[in-house]
């Protein structure tokens, strides 16, 4: 089992930043790739970013890449999401996710991650 707790949301001004954390507890923390996904209503989750399990290799979407970086800390079993120059679309309740133990690449996909934290809202004004 691995339980995902995220932080660091809240409330930013268009062009802004903020840095949600994602702290992971339960497993070997550097034996799984890791994601973030975000959900605004009325629509479904969705890819953000991913990241292997060394922090060598990254995905994004296209709608962030350039603007979000995804980082890893496997002494601090921690994942981050720095976000910059926030759009109002970018409004949304974003999860941290953690695919099962020895899938060690990231993923773009919802179904290849098997825990998910609770969320945390970032809401950007315009």
């Known amino acids: 089992q691995v339980q995902l707790v995220e932080s660091g949301g809240g409330l930013v001004q268009a062009g802004g930043p903020v840095r949600p954390s994602c702290a992971a507890s339960?497993?070997?923390?550097?034996?799984?790739?890791m994601g973030w996904f975000r959900q605004a209503p009325g629509t479904e989750r969705e890819f953000v970013a991913a990241?292997?399990?060394?922090?060598?290799?990254?995905l994004y979407a296209d709608s962030v890449k350039s603007r979000f970086t995804i980082s890893r800390d496997n002494a601090k079993n921690t994942v981050d999401l720095q976000m910059n120059s926030l759009k109002p679309e970018d409004t949304a309740v974003y999860y941290c996710?953690?695919?099962?133990?020895?899938?060690?690449?990231?993923?773009?996909?919802?179904?290849?991650?098997?825990?998910w934290g609770q969320g945390t809202q970032v809401t950007v004004s315009s």
């Open positions: 996710a953690a695919r099962a133990s020895l899938y060690r690449s990231g993923s773009k996909r919802v179904d290849d991650y098997r825990y």
């Open positions: 990241i292997s399990w060394s922090g060598g290799y990254a």
């Open positions: 339960g497993r070997t923390f550097s034996d799984y790739g």
